[in-house]
């Protein structure tokens, strides 16, 4: 069994956060396989390599979402899958609302690249727009 280094998959999600926070599109797939799969809804199809990952980041995050605060809360490392639990606040552009979103990520690590991304989260609002 392959054991993933805890740096490794620290600098990961840091970097997940950084392009969350600004935004980055082109950024975000510096983590990922080029054949990543990322589900954002489990029983959704994933969004599959560099080019639906990107496409997703800029539809989702990008043109949705605005003022991003994330936190780390918890990380946990098995062999060569990962678990991350952070909190995110951000303004739903669409909805014209703040969120608070909660988060629990599952990651599977190949190459010290995130090979498959499970989210499982809530979000309830937190403040109207002005």
Known sequence: MIVIQREVVE??????????????????????????????????????GHSGIKAYWKNKVVKQQKNINFKLLALYIDGDSAIAEWEVQFDDILQKVRKHMREVAILEIKNNKIASLREYWTSKIIKESD
Do not use: S
């Open 11 to 48: 600098n990961l999600v840091q970097k997940y956060e950084q392009a969350w926070e600004q935004q980055d599109a082109e950024g975000i797939l510096e983590i990922f396989t080029k054949d990543a799969l990322y589900y954002e809804r489990i029983f959704e199809e994933p969004f599959r």
